[in-house]
């Protein structure tokens, strides 16, 4: 079941502020604990600044291809425009389809050696794809996790009626980073609701099919 927002109609707004976390941005597809799939849309810039609708926090949801260009990492200045979202349910970002990206100001060319967390310009959507995420504690995620690389809210679609194509929408958390951080919790097994039958948990086994590709350190 989709809400809408009030309006459910989208409008431009022009922003502008400091990047205070930057992340994957994903779309999870879940279907009971049979499947699990990821897929890498882009990034999520996470601004402290104002926007036009005066929100003084927000996500703003990028292309790979803005991201390419511009390098963007922790403490850039940047202003822009985007459109707000139409479906709350649905996207974790505030503002998406963002456009006239312009640096005002880089303070941090340095880039922070000390980890975890990663603190750094975020790989490609090929590595993410390619490394695979684990399940991520939401509290981690808001606090120790917020500022790394492998950190990532995911826009999570659970199929929960095949026949008819009715699906719930959630957010959820994950990490793609080495599974021997020292600051990795999974937090709770998450349940996958399907029409007329208990839920299914997901505990962490697709965890281990996700990231199969790599060892405790990679
Ligand atoms: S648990 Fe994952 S997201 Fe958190 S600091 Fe470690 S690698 Fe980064």
């Known amino acids: 079941m989709v809400k809408y927002n009030s309006e459910n109609i989208s409008s431009k707004v022009n922003w502008t502020g400091k990047i205070i976390s930057i992340q994957p941005r994903t779309r999870v597809w879940r279907y009971l604990t049979d499947n699990r799939t990821h897929y890498h849309l882009g990034y999520n810039l996470f601004i402290e600044g104002q926007s036009s609708d005066y929100k003084k926090q927000f996500t703003v949801a990028i292309s790979e291809k803005q991201q390419l260009k511009g390098l963007f990492r922790i403490g850039d200045l940047l202003e822009g425009t985007a459109w707000t979202k139409k479906y709350n349910e649905k996207e974790f970002a505030d503002y998406y389809r963002a456009g006239s990206l312009k ?32 399940l991520l504690s939401k509290s981690l995620w808001k606090t120790k996790c917020f500022k790394c690389i492998w950190a990532n809210m995911a826009n999570v679609e659970i199929q929960w009626d095949f026949d008819r194509n009715i699906k719930k929408y959630r957010f959820e958390s994950f990490c793609y980073g080495p599974k021997s951080c020292k600051n990795y919790k999974m937090g709770r097994p998450r349940t996958v609701p399907y029409k007329n039958r208990g839920s299914a948990l997901d505990d962490g086994y697709l965890d281990e099919l996700c990231t199969e590709g790599r060892d405790e350190n990679d």
């Open 103 to 134: 640096l005002l100001d880089r303070v941090n060319e340095t880039i922070e050696v000390l980890s975890p967390p990663w603190i750094m310009v975020p790989p490609t959507m090929q590595i993410y794809e390619e490394r695979g995420a684990r």
